[in-house]
Every structure is written in structure tokens, then in C-alpha cells.
């Protein structure tokens, strides 16, 4: 019963959406990323789309005034990810706000001392456990442009690993997947990053994939959509992870 229901109610959604087709064809047009999906794909973000703009809440802070066109374009981008999954993935919270550029966080940090600290940052997104998803539209008004950089994605990224806790790099797997080759997979690849930053080697992809196991999976999920072949050709059992865990394979889009 529950099952048929959530059927009748998303299908309820879908026809009573209001999006025209030219707002669709904007917001796809301005996402070259989303080109290379084929029809059935396109149609499934789609609606995605909609049931996302239907569950959650998106509100500008400051000057940022959303319209219809902004919200697909973050709606689009924070469904790629789930694509092959489920609107359930982002279940448990309701609400993204988008400031107009970075914002200044505090937190608390631990040195090796023991000593806390209260740091202040600026960042262009952050996404909280069981929170909102926090972005900055000067960034997502850039993204989709397959550069690696696509902070939607990184923030939803972490959104999906923080499915079974904080954001480690090790969200809920999947049945039949195997969860200690990926923490050994994941891991090596990591701890391979890390070491040609400090030696200051080319880097495939963005060196703030350094800064934690957490961030080193929402760095990769951005890449594995953009830039796929850079993980493929340096990390290559980390892309079939990926590619299993988000049931998509980028690279053959490519072909």
C-alpha cells in the first residue's frame, strides 16, 4: 500500500507541474554537462527535477532573488547524482539556500594538542547532516561547463555520504557491492592524492580532494561526472566504484 501510494502521489506531481518546455530547454541549454545524457535520461532528471522542487524549498539570502530558471538549473544538477538512484536518497531534510557568493562559517577545530579552536571560513557551499545544503549561486551560475568543478554536485555528493553518518567517503553501498574494497580502493587513492600534493606533482583533478576522506569522495563524484576519464586513468578501480554506487558510467557517454 505504501509503495502504490508514493506511485500515485508522484505521478500527481509530475502531471500538475507547471514548468514550460522553453524553461526546460534554458535550463538544459545553460548545463553543456547535461548534453551528453540521451532521451531517456534526460527525461528521467527531468521529472526528478520536479519531484525535488516539489519536496524541498530553495531560498535566495541577500540579494539573491531565485526565479523558476535558477531553481531548475540547481534542481538538475542536484538530481544528476541520483540519477541511476532515487528521490529517497535525499530524504530527511527540506531545504537549500543559496546565497550570491561565498559565506563565513565558524567551527570548531581540534589541533594535535587537543586544543580547540574556533575557525571562521569562507566557502563557496556546505551541506549539514540532517540540514540544509548551503550554496553560492556566483558558483552554481558557473557550473555544468565540464571543467571538474561543479559545487551542486559536491554538495550532494556529500549529502548521499551522509546517508549513514558524517561525510567519510563511505556512504550506504549498495546490495552486492563490496565495502572493504572500496575502503581499500578509496583509500590507496587517497593516500596516492596526498602524497603528489605534498610532492607538488601534476594533480588530475582539484587538490582540495586532500583535505579529507569526505572531501576526497565529493571531489571525485564532481570529476566523475565532468571529467570522468581524469579518475578512469589514474584511479581506475575508484571510477568502477563510482560507477556502481552512482549506476551511471559517464565514460560511456563519451563514446
Known amino acids: 500500500m505504501v509503495g502504490f501510494f508514493r506511485r500515485w502521489r508522484r505521478r500527481r506531481i509530475l502531471r500538475r507541474a507547471e514548468w514550460t518546455d522553453a524553461q526546460w530547454q534554458r535550463a538544459f541549454a545553460r ?37 523558476p530558471d535558477m531553481k531548475l538549473v540547481i534542481a538538475l544538477q542536484a538530481c544528476l547524482p541520483i540519477l541511476g538512484l532515487d528521490l529517497s536518497w535525499y530524504d530527511g531534510w527540506r531545504t537549500v ?13 581540534v589541533d594535535d594538542a587537543g586544543v580547540v579552536h574556533r575557525v571562521r571560513r569562507h566557502l563557496a557551499g556546505e551541506a549539514w547532516h ?14 555544468g561547463r565540464l571543467d571538474g568543478y561543479n559545487l551542486v554536485v559536491h554538495e550532494f555528493a556529500h549529502k548521499l555520504d551522509m546517508r549513514n553518518g558524517r561525510a567519510n567517503g563511505f556512504p550506504p553501498l549498495h546490495k552486492g557491492m563490496d565495502g ?11 593516500d ?14 582539484d587538490g582540495y580532494a ?13 570529476v566523475f561526472f565532468e571529467q570522468p576519464a581524469a579518475i578512469a ?15 551511471q558510467d559517464p565514460l560511456a557517454r563519451l563514446v
Open 31 to 67: 548545463l553543456p554537462l547535461l548534453a551528453r545524457l540521451d532521451s531517456q535520461e534526460r527525461a528521467r532528471l527531468r521529472d526528478l527535477a520536479v519531484l525535488f522542487l516539489h519536496d524541498k524549498q530553495l531560498h535566495g539570502l541577500g540579494t539573491v532573488s531565485l526565479t
Open 210 to 222: 586532500a583535505e579529507s576522506p569526505g572531501e576526497f569522495f565529493a571531489v571525485l563524484s564532481e
Open 97 to 109: 539556500l543559496v546565497y550570491p557568493d561565498d559565506f563565513a562559517v565558524e567551527h570548531e577545530e
Open 180 to 190: 572493504r574494497a572500496w575502503a581499500a580502493d578509496f583509500t590507496a587513492a587517497f
Open 233 to 247: 586513468d589514474h584511479y581506475p578501480a575508484v571510477y568502477r566504484h563510482l560507477r556502481d554506487f552512482y549506476r
Open 130 to 143: 540532517d540540514g540544509p545544503v548551503i550554496l553560492s549561486w556566483n558558483d552554481v551560475r558557473d557550473a
Open 192 to 205: 596516492d592524492f596526498r602524497a603528489r600534493r605534498l610532492d607538488r606533482l601534476p594533480l588530475p583533478f
